[in-house]
């Protein structure tokens, strides 16, 4: 057949494919052609996949082939779109898929562990030894200004409604970027989720040290204590997220360096989501829990141990059944 | 004749129905056009959002530093998933992210393509990206790789063409199937041409224009592309 009258024969086919394309992707369709029934979508496809095979093998005119891959691919795009997501769907991750997978990177989460609590562990205590070992890190005016904030006989103070929000906004903006940073950085066969982790414990215990050694125990601990399991723990995931891209571009194993990529990032995405979560939950906590002062002590501390144990929980055992 | 599939930006993808797509995909220059029309806008917002929120005080500095985050990580992957796969400055571009088979982009790879974009940014103005665009067959950054996504143009609707109406005649020497294709593309788009140009091409054509000079030369492979397509008149 030649090719007009191959065209002639499939035009009013084609009108209503297009018509029906256009009313999946919401535009305006064309007036003239009525869109096919949904049911018969599939197989009207599957007959413009033919048609241009057809009109490949017998070399029709570019036009006409530009104008039947057009109509492929959008159909493709429609048939072939991920299907929506539901907001239960959500709820499931967060209960059973996100411990599970961190479960299955256990090696690599303890490593990542040891990568920022042992820092934080070594400079704490060194700081504590030798308080002046701070300046090596912090400026003297950021050091004077953290000092403030936690010298005691400030009780009577406390903030405003609005400060916790701009704080709360603050900590969002600051340390879930720190979170994402710290996985895609992962990236550079792991160099710069290390970096990432290693400087992060080395700062919060220079911190803690220093303020130890002071004696602001009690104003420095109960600040830190109600956020700390939520915001520690996403700092190592996010790490373990990292590490995941670095080794996988590093250690490929039996894939292509691409296709292993893909995989570690297709798992450290999902891990990330779940980083999000505990980040967010951390600065909510930080910014109106923490802070408020008129918070008993005992409360403070009970608080924040019942957030690690639920954390050990969560990691350790959630999900273990299907749901 | 050299292979094109060297020469041209075109990625062909197989679906399970058994034929292959054909994706133009996008360079470097027209992505960053389309990432600096979205800088704008983006900064725009931010800085329109600033002048309202300032009169709230700090209340309003938390609102607009969460905003700030928001927007800073997560404006491209919401216009992915939920405007066809192009932010606007995208849009304004043609261009459309795609994953590797073709399909639209899920919200895993729009993540993280995203986040990704951190790296690429590296050390300065997308370093790490573009050197990853030029080394990649495909032009992908990190952020693509890592996600398996694509930037391609997204073509205009491509009208059916008519030949204009006139005589049918059979070519005077047989033609393989390319070159009969060849004379149909060119009776089809020579409209596209202007008239000194289409009688250039046409004189190269001497053995099937059987000694004809200038627009009858045009006019004569035009009756023999009608005939090859199949109208008789």
Request: hydrophobic share 50%; aromatic share 10%; net charge positive.
């Amino acid at each position: 057949m030649k090719q007009r009258p191959f065209e002639q024969r499939h035009a009013a086919d084609w009108r209503a494919f297009a018509a029906t394309l256009d009313r999946l992707e919401r535009r305006k369709p064309d007036r003239n052609a009525a869109s096919l029934p949904m049911a018969e979508f599939p197989a009207a496809y599957r007959r413009l996949c033919q048609q241009l095979s057809i009109a490949r093998a017998r070399c029709y005119g570019g036009p006409l082939l530009d104008r039947l891959n057009q109509l492929a691919l959008r159909a493709h795009q429609q048939l072939y779109r991920a299907p929506r997501q539901r907001g239960r769907a959500m709820l499931d991750f967060l209960l059973v898929d996100f411990p599970r997978r961190v479960r299955a990177d256990a090696r690599l989460f303890w490593l990542c562990a040891a990568l920022f609590y042992l820092p934080l562990l070594g400079m704490g205590v060194a700081v504590h030894q030798s308080p002046e070992l701070i300046y090596s890190l912090l400026s003297p005016e950021l050091v004077t200004e953290i000092e403030e904030n936690y010298a005691p006989g400030q009780e009577a103070v406390d903030r405003a409604a609005a400060d916790d929000l701009a704080m709360f906004g603050y900590y969002i903006h600051n340390n879930i970027g720190i979170g994402f940073r710290t996985f895609a950085s992962g990236i550079l066969l792991g160099v710069g989720a290390v970096f990432m982790l290693v400087f992060n414990g080395v700062f919060i215990g220079a911190i803690s040290g220093y303020l130890t050694a002071r004696g602001y125990i009690e104003t420095f601990y109960t600040f830190v204590a109600g956020h700390g399991a939520f915001e520690l723990t996403g700092i190592v995931l996010a790490g373990v997220a990292g590490l995941k891209l670095g080794w996988a571009v590093a250690a490929p194993g039996r894939f292509r360096r691409t296709e292993a990529l893909r995989r570690a990032a297709a798992e450290g995405v999902r891990l990330m989501i779940g980083v999000a979560a505990l980040l967010v939950l951390a600065a909510f906590i930080e910014a109106f829990w923490s802070s408020n002062r008129a918070i008993p002590t005992v409360t403070k501390y009970a608080v924040g141990g019942a957030g690690w144990l639920l954390m050990i929980v969560y990691l350790g055992w959630t999900g273990r059944r299907a749901p | 004749m050299s292979n094109p599939a060297l020469l041209d930006t075109i990625r062909y993808v197989e679906t399970p129905e058994g034929i292959t797509l054909k994706l133009r995909v996008a360079g470097p220059m027209a992505r960053a056009l389309a990432w600096s029309m979205d800088s704008l806008i983006r900064y725009g917002a931010l800085w329109g959002l600033s002048m309202g929120l300032v009169l709230l005080g700090w209340a309003g500095l938390g609102v607009w530093l969460i905003t700030l985050f928001l927007i800073e990580w997560f404006y491209p992957v919401v216009f992915e998933i939920y405007a066809d796969g192009a932010t606007p400055g995208k849009k304004a571009l043609g261009l459309q992210v795609v994953l590797a088979n073709g399909a639209p982009v899920d919200w895993p790879a729009a993540l993280i393509r995203n986040l990704l974009r951190a790296v690429d940014f590296l050390p300065a103005f997308y370093g790490f990206g573009v050197a990853a665009l030029l080394i990649s067959r495909d032009f992908q950054r990190l952020g693509d790789l890592a996600a398996g996504t694509l930037v391609i143009y997204r073509d205009p609707p491509v009208k059916a063409l008519a030949l204009p109406p006139g005589p049918a005649l059979p070519p005077p020497l047989p033609l393989s199937a390319a070159e009969q294709q060849w004379l149909i593309d060119f009776a089809e788009r020579g409209s596209a041409l202007n008239p000194e140009r289409q009688e250039e091409l046409a004189a190269l054509l001497a053995d099937c224009t059987s000694g004809l000079r200038g627009v009858a030369a045009v006019e004569r492979l035009r009756a023999h592309a009608r005939w090859l397509v199949g109208e008789h008149s």
